[in-house]
T-cell receptor
């Protein structure tokens, strides 16, 4: 069964500094997703990563995928308060026909 | 383009009752998947429907069921509600089904928050 592990689970960021969230998964992945969830809200799609070496960037967020290492990273550059949220990675594996989520990383950005 | 619509937004039910939740996907999307989110278990896959067929089901008891209609709208039903069924239930729609390796984001609805008392 596909396992998805995120770390850290909690991340206190200082404004202006850079941080990375890691997402490891246990089997071959076809698609890896990153989502953001604000308290009481639904999931907002950030990135879909499909192939090895894929890198996507949007504003202060950059996601990458290494399928050989079964690792994806979400890099946050120069954190700002608006980035406070919970971030989830999720993996969709060929033949598994389901989406498996990591436990989420709760990010708090302080001044 | 309208997003994924889930109704109702909030529900309060009593133990032993049953409940039906509805999900209308983005127009043209034929895959609808359902998820349960709780503080203790996180986000867990319930099931996915594509072209009216259930393709997979997560580790949930038979009290959890669903269906998809010819217009791709989907419903999930929970019978004999238990306190532990209190959760946020999310549905997501996608152009392509899960597990087929094609790049297509899943779009999530706002969820239905179910409280069982």
């Amino acid at each position: 069964e596909l396992k998805v592990e995120q770390n850290p689970l909690f991340l206190s960021m200082q404004e202006g500094k850079n941080y990375t969230i890691y997402c490891n998964y246990s089997t071959t992945s076809d698609r890896l997703y990153w989502y953001r969830q604000d308290p009481g809200k639904s999931l907002e799609s950030l990135f879909v990563l499909l192939s090895n070496g894929a890198v996507k960037q949007e504003g202060r967020l950059m996601a990458s995928l290494d399928t050989k290492a079964r690792l994806s990273t979400l890099h946050i550059t120069a954190a700002v308060h608006d980035l406070s949220a919970t971030y989830f990675c999720a993996v969709d594996s060929r033949g598994d026909y389901k989406l498996s989520f990591g436990a989420g990383t709760t990010v708090t950005v302080r001044a | 383009k309208a997003g994924v619509t889930q109704t109702p937004r909030y529900l309060i039910k009593t133990r032993g009752q049953q409940v039906t939740l509805s999900c209308s996907p983005i127009s043209g999307h034929r895959s609808v998947s359902w998820y349960q989110q709780t503080p203790g278990q996180g986000l867990q896959f319930l099931f996915e429907y594509f072209s009216e067929t259930q393709r997979n089901k997560g580790n949930f008891p038979g009290r959890f069921s669903g269906r998809q209609f010819s217009n791709s709208r989907s419903e999930m039903n929970v019978s004999t509600l238990e306190l532990g069924d209190s959760a946020l239930y999310l549905c997501a729609s996608s152009l392509y089904p899960l597990g087929e390796g094609r790049k297509s984001p899943l779009h999530f609805g706002n969820g239905t928050r179910l409280t069982v008392t």
